[in-house]
């Protein structure tokens, strides 16, 4: 799904010139306009005369480095709402930018398919936003997350507040049900390691109440990096794929493997964007 209605002007700050051509010419390929600076000064000095759709900024470069231009641009109201996607070769400082609110963030090397996609996120993200009046969420649009696990749930919080929803998490399936009666969240997120019933289970007791039966209903799992080396996860993922399959049995509207960031805000806007309509929504 594309969100381009126009040709939209992206900013490449890099000071590796090598980088810079490859990037360049890929998306000016795929029909983007291109601007190119080499440190974070100039970029400022670009955007004061040439605004852009999008900036990609690499973190560390001289004179000014990723964090000081991401930081200069968000404390500035006329530059602030220009999304800004982080390259680096250091995949690990993926979480400090979380904290800062980064619009997207992809770590080197990536493919030149790797980059549109995030890219594409986030124009979806920033389309979404402008459509709805800002980033606050409006009134009805919530997002029932049910998982314990802290790092899902302060990722899901960042990327639900850019796409103008809110999110409410739940510590059970139990208290899952009784949000859902009340709240009738736009679509609900189902942790496969919920401890206090399967995934499936829940899943058919949402489909039988009348306000969910065709609410999007998508499951997910998460394991760490550090579990890669740990035999037991061959274990858990068989069992991961076992109660997805009963989860998307008994009415789930999909599962969608491990959980990441970009792929949680592309699932958001597909699944309420397809059913906006169904329900009334603006």
């Known amino acids: 799904m594309s969100t381009e209605t126009k040709m939209k ?48 900024a690499d973190v560390l470069m001289p004179e000014m480095d990723g964090y000081q231009l991401y930081k200069e641009l968000k404390n500035n109201k006329a530059t602030a709402d220009i999304p800004v996607l982080i390259i680096t070769g250091r995949g690990k400082m993926e979480d400090s930018f979380k904290v800062l609110g980064v619009d ?8 030149v398919e790797d980059l549109l996609t995030e890219m594409e996120h986030i124009f979806l993200a920033d389309q979404t936003r402008h459509q709805k009046g800002g980033s606050a969420a409006g009134p009805g649009r919530k997002i029932l997350a049910v998982t314990n696990d802290p790092d899902v749930l302060n990722s899901m919080q960042q990327q ?19 949000r859902c009666v009340k709240l009738i969240p736009d679509i609900l997120f189902i942790d496969l390691g919920i401890s206090d019933m399967a995934p499936g289970e829940l899943t058919d007791i949402l489909r039988r109440l009348p306000m969910m039966d065709k609410r999007p209903l998508i499951g997910f799992c998460y394991y ?29 509207t999909d599962y969608i493997g491990r959980y990441s960031h970009q792929l949680f805000l592309k699932t958001v806007i597909e699944h309420t964007s397809a059913s906006k309509n169904r329900y009334g929504q603006a």
């Open 160 to 178: 639900a507040r850019q796409a103008g929803f809110e999110l409410i998490p739940v510590p059970s399936g139990a208290e899952a049900i009784a």
């Open 9 to 56: 002007t992206i900013l490449l700050v890099d000071d590796d010139p090598e980088l810079l051509d490859v990037t360049e010419n890929a998306l000016k390929k795929r029909g983007y306009d291109v601007i190119r600076a080499e440190n974070g000064m100039k970029a400022l000095q670009i955007v004061k005369s040439r605004r852009p759709d999008l900036i990609l």
């Open 224 to 252: 760490s990096g550090d579990e890669l080396q740990d035999p037991a996860l061959r274990r858990k993922m068989l069992g991961y794929h076992e109660a997805s399959r009963r989860m998307v049995d008994s009415g789930a």
């Open 104 to 111: 997207g963030f992809i770590a080197k090397p990536f493919t």
